[in-house]
């Protein structure tokens, strides 16, 4: 069961780049795994080590001494495009990052984000550009990120309002599982089958 | 009073509506819950966890095709992770009562190539698997689109899903495509032009004469790549392309059942005065066979035009287009025909079908792949293989010089040591060209079976229709895509 998520102070750490995808959160190879331990070490790393294993020089963002223990990323437009894995949202809150401010997200990556509580925070791009400059002027000032009252509080006191999905904020906030609330309807989706019968049979050789 | 004109997408989304609660997600009624090894183990532990069973294992399959090797069957597989993985489907399968097609099984494939072949695949369903490239069975008027695990934990659980409803895209694709212009040249200059987010939120309907004319197995291509352009699902709607490809096909419906399936999926298609949220329209007369030059699939340019300039595009757009190139090795204002390969790589969801492994042949027949090259060509099934090695393709690929493999992912996705060393370039049929997709340090070019092969001649990215014919008409003819065929034709004048 997760844990109730409402809000954090933290750091930030700032990738300037635009669509970020899933092969960059977290390879492929990665994903031959059959549980979700260790992903904390896969997050961002082929731009972390080399084709060789080496580890990059300069370090890559999260790598950055400064910016170990940081949960909230400032990214460009369209993060999480690709593909559907949910390692990429396990990898960045394995890591400790709990929300991703950007101008937008792949649909599949923010559904998978928000079931982890990890939050995708939507701005304008006007906002991304402001923020972006905040955090380059001032990169150890504390945000704070609070879902319960969908706001983002700046170093300074300077603050802004989100918009995200109410049902998962409410689950989120709750630290409850969908599929407990989908079970409970249950009658409802007998009701419905009943009326539609399935139309293949996969077990029917 | 008349009912208000819907989209397909909306007479799907409202046929499968089983709960509709103010302030949350409707409850979507699945079809169809396709499975595979890499993403639905932890969604298995999530099930025993709370001690739940798969609530319609007759709605649902399983196969194993991203981790499986593509070699020798009867060899031992050595990555160890791969091996458990395969093993932990095969075990889940066996405790949850899923039907499951795994090493050995001569229906094995591709979870998007099986779907469709094997029937199960039909209009009106929703269709959902933990691949992002589920898109792939739009092709036939589903709406079909990729989810997480956690997602997969609550189909197999619930065979329903919390979704909100998707806004709706339409893509027109007017005219007919010239020659050597197939499906997947419409798919890359889609998303050249609106970007890899275009889509986002939306859910692409593939219309016009240039899809009407295309095969079901083009609509495949066409669907699936539709996550490229940021669309979770991408659909056209049902014709009579659609019936005659599925009528007989094992879990097809059958005699009265399906008449009346017929009749039902007749009345998909999208009502007259029906809107879109979104829309665009395609030239498809002024297509050309297309290929991509960076790092992801909305960078892509007709194989006869010129790597970009970051000082022709838009500022914001510079620092990436930067970093692809220098990722790529590229340099900027050279023609893309003419690259250097190392590697070919013609097969996954994409294009491992049989009019791909044709029209492949086709260009291969009777010609060697070029020095130092390597060719993988990668059956997207088992029965693909099996097809294609009746009609003798695979003599002709083996002939040319060229790799004849199992079925599966292969080199898509490099889970399972087919892959692209540092450094390489590899021209590839499949879907991704991100940094690191085809193995670490490699970089892939994106293009059609033609323009993949015609470069496996040369051993540079090749426009297919500078290329002289080889194959013997009865090759051409079976070679399904039929601009490939016609850019022969035209040829031999």
């Given at each position: 069961?997760?844990?109730?998520f409402?809000?954090?102070?933290?750091?930030?750490?700032?990738i300037?780049?635009?669509n970020?995808d899933?092969?960059?959160i977290?390879?492929?190879r990665f994903?031959?795994?059959t549980d979700k331990?260790n992903?904390a070490?896969?997050l961002?790393?082929?731009w972390?080590?080399?084709?060789?294993?080496?580890?990059?020089?300069?370090p890559?963002f999260?790598?950055?001494p400064?910016n170990?223990?940081?949960?909230?990323?400032?990214?460009?437009?369209?993060?999480?495009?690709g593909?559907?894995r949910e390692?990429?949202?396990w990898?960045l809150?394995a890591?400790?990052?709990?929300?991703?401010?950007?101008?937008?997200f792949?649909?599949?990556?923010?559904g998978?984000?928000?079931k982890n509580?990890?939050?995708?925070?939507?701005v304008?791009?006007e906002?991304?550009?402001?923020?972006?400059?905040l955090?380059?002027?001032?990169?150890?000032?504390?945000?704070?990120?609070?879902l319960?009252?969908?706001?983002v509080?700046l170093?300074?006191g300077d603050?802004?309002?989100?918009?995200?999905d109410?049902?998962?904020?409410?689950m989120?906030?709750a630290g409850?599982?969908e599929?407990?609330?989908v079970?409970?309807?249950?009658?409802?989706?007998?009701?419905?089958?009943?009326?539609?019968?399935a139309?293949i049979?996969?077990t029917?050789? | 009073?008349a009912e208000k004109?819907?989209?397909l997408v909306?007479?799907?989304?409202d046929?499968?509506v089983?709960a509709?609660?103010p302030g949350?997600?409707?409850?979507l009624a699945?079809d169809?819950h396709?499975?595979h090894?890499?993403?639905?183990?932890q969604a298995f532990?999530g099930?025993?966890?709370?001690?739940?069973?798969v609530?319609?294992p007759g709605?649902t399959?399983?196969?194993?095709d991203?981790?499986?090797?593509?070699?020798d069957?009867?060899?031992?597989i050595l990555d160890?992770?791969?091996r458990?993985?395969l093993?932990?489907i095969?075990?889940?399968?066996?405790e949850?009562g899923i039907p499951f097609?795994?090493k050995g099984?001569?229906?094995?494939?591709?979870?998007?190539v099986?779907?469709?072949e094997l029937?199960?695949t039909q209009?009106?369903?929703?269709?959902?698997c933990?691949?992002?490239?589920?898109?792939?069975?739009?092709?036939?008027g589903?709406?079909?689109f990729?989810?997480?695990t956690?997602?997969?934990?609550?189909?197999l659980a619930?065979?329903t899903?919390?979704q909100?409803k998707p806004?709706?895209?339409?893509v027109?694709?007017?005219?007919?495509?010239?020659?050597?212009v197939g499906?997947?040249?419409?798919i890359?200059?889609?998303i050249a032009r609106?970007g890899v987010?275009?889509?986002?939120?939306?859910?692409f309907?593939?219309?016009?004469?240039?899809?009407?004319?295309?095969?079901?197995?083009?609509?495949?291509?066409?669907?699936?790549?539709?996550i490229?352009?940021?669309?979770?699902?991408g659909?056209?709607a049902?014709?009579?392309?659609?019936?005659?490809?599925?009528k007989?096909?094992?879990?097809?419906p059958?005699g009265a059942?399906?008449?009346?399936a017929?009749?039902?999926?007749?009345?998909?298609?999208?009502d007259?005065?029906?809107?879109?949220d979104q829309?665009?329209?395609?030239?498809?007369?002024?297509?050309?066979?297309?290929?991509?030059?960076g790092?992801?699939?909305?960078?892509g340019v007709?194989?006869?035009?010129?790597?970009p300039s970051?000082?022709?595009?838009e500022?914001?757009n510079?620092?990436?287009?930067?970093r692809?190139l220098a990722?790529?090795?590229?340099e900027a204002?050279?023609?893309?025909a003419?690259?250097?390969?190392d590697?070919?790589?013609?097969?996954?969801?994409?294009?491992?079908?049989i009019?791909?492994?044709?029209?492949?042949?086709?260009?291969l027949h009777?010609?060697?792949?070029?020095?130092?090259?390597?060719v993988?060509?990668v059956?997207?099934?088992?029965q693909?293989?099996a097809?294609?090695?009746?009609?003798?393709?695979?003599?002709v690929?083996?002939?040319?010089?060229?790799?004849?493999r199992?079925s599966?992912c292969?080199m898509c996705i490099?889970?399972?040591g087919?892959?692209?060393?540092?450094?390489q370039y590899?021209?590839?049929?499949?879907?991704r060209?991100f940094?690191?997709?085809?193995g670490?340090?490699?970089?892939?070019?994106l293009?059609?079976?033609?323009?993949?092969?015609?470069?496996?001649v040369?051993?540079?990215?090749?426009?297919p229709?500078?290329?002289?014919?080889?194959?013997?008409?009865?090759?051409?003819?079976?070679?399904?895509q039929?601009?490939a065929?016609?850019?022969?034709a035209?040829?031999?004048?």
């Amino acid at each position: 069961m997760p844990e109730p998520f409402v809000k954090t102070t933290s750091r930030v750490i700032p990738i300037p780049r635009s669509n970020i995808d899933t092969d960059q959160i977290c390879p492929a190879r990665f994903l031959k795994i059959t549980d979700k331990a260790n992903l904390a070490d896969a997050l961002f790393f082929d731009w972390r080590f080399t084709p060789d294993g080496a580890r990059r020089v300069p370090p890559s963002f999260i790598d950055e001494p400064h910016n170990a223990g940081r949960q909230i990323l400032l990214v460009g437009d369209n993060f999480g495009s690709g593909s559907s894995r949910e390692h990429a949202p396990w990898a960045l809150r394995a890591w400790g990052i709990r929300a991703i401010v950007s101008t937008s997200f792949a649909d599949i990556f923010k559904g998978n984000a928000l079931k982890n509580a990890l939050l995708p925070i939507v701005v304008t791009p006007e906002r991304l550009a402001a923020l972006q400059k905040l955090v380059a002027a001032n990169l150890d000032g504390e945000w704070t990120v609070d879902l319960e009252a969908q706001k983002v509080t700046l170093p300074g006191g300077d603050t802004f309002d989100f918009e995200i999905d109410p049902f998962a904020r409410t689950m989120i906030l709750a630290g409850t599982d969908e599929i407990g609330y989908v079970l409970s309807r249950l009658p409802a989706i007998e009701a419905w089958e009943a009326a539609h019968p399935a139309r293949i049979d996969t077990t029917h050789a | 009073m008349a009912e208000k004109p819907r989209t397909l997408v909306e007479k799907i989304w409202d046929s499968h509506v089983v709960a509709s609660e103010p302030g949350a997600p409707a409850i979507l009624a699945i079809d169809l819950h396709l499975v595979h090894e890499v993403t639905s183990p932890q969604a298995f532990t999530g099930l025993r966890e709370r001690g739940a069973k798969v609530r319609k294992p007759g709605q649902t399959v399983a196969t194993a095709d991203h981790s499986i090797p593509t070699l020798d069957p009867s060899l031992p597989i050595l990555d160890e992770l791969a091996r458990k993985q395969l093993a932990q489907i095969e075990e889940n399968c066996r405790e949850f009562g899923i039907p499951f097609y795994g090493k050995g099984s001569p229906t094995r494939g591709i979870v998007h190539v099986i779907g469709p072949e094997l029937g199960l695949t039909q209009p009106g369903m929703t269709i959902v698997c933990g691949d992002s490239h589920t898109a792939t069975h739009g092709a036939f008027g589903a709406l079909a689109f990729g989810i997480g695990t956690s997602e997969i934990e609550m189909v197999l659980a619930t065979q329903t899903l919390l979704q909100r409803k998707p806004k709706t895209f339409k893509v027109e694709v007017t005219g007919s495509l010239q020659p050597g212009v197939g499906a997947k040249d419409i798919i890359l200059a889609l998303i050249a032009r609106i970007g890899v987010g275009g889509g986002t939120g939306h859910v692409f309907e593939y219309t016009g004469d240039a899809i009407r004319a295309l095969s079901m197995e083009a609509r495949m291509t066409l669907c699936n790549m539709s996550i490229e352009g940021g669309a979770r699902a991408g659909l056209v709607a049902p014709d009579e392309t659609t019936f005659a490809y599925l009528k007989g096909r094992k879990f097809a419906p059958q005699g009265a059942a399906w008449d009346e399936a017929a009749a039902r999926w007749r009345e998909l298609p999208t009502d007259e005065g029906a809107t879109y949220d979104q829309s665009i329209v395609i030239d498809g007369d002024k297509l050309e066979p297309m290929v991509t030059y960076g790092t992801n699939p909305g960078m892509g340019v007709p194989v006869t035009g010129r790597i970009p300039s970051p000082a022709d595009v838009e500022p914001g757009n510079r620092d990436e287009l930067e970093r692809a190139l220098a990722y790529m090795g590229l340099e900027a204002g050279k023609p893309i025909a003419g690259q250097k390969l190392d590697v070919v790589f013609i097969g996954s969801c994409t294009n491992g079908r049989i009019e791909d492994m044709r029209v492949a042949a086709s260009v291969l027949h009777g010609r060697h792949v070029a020095d130092g090259l390597r060719v993988l060509v990668v059956p997207g099934s088992q029965q693909v293989k099996a097809q294609a090695e009746s009609e003798g393709l695979d003599k002709v690929f083996t002939a040319a010089g060229a790799e004849w493999r199992e079925s599966g992912c292969s080199m898509c996705i490099a889970m399972n040591g087919d892959q692209l060393e540092p450094g390489q370039y590899g021209i590839s049929t499949s879907n991704r060209n991100f940094q690191g997709r085809q193995g670490k340090g490699g970089r892939s070019f994106l293009a059609s079976p033609l323009t993949a092969a015609a470069s496996a001649v040369t051993g540079v990215i090749t426009d297919p229709r500078t290329l002289t014919p080889t194959a013997p008409q009865a090759m051409s003819v079976v070679a399904a895509q039929p601009s490939a065929v016609a850019a022969h034709a035209s040829e031999a004048h």
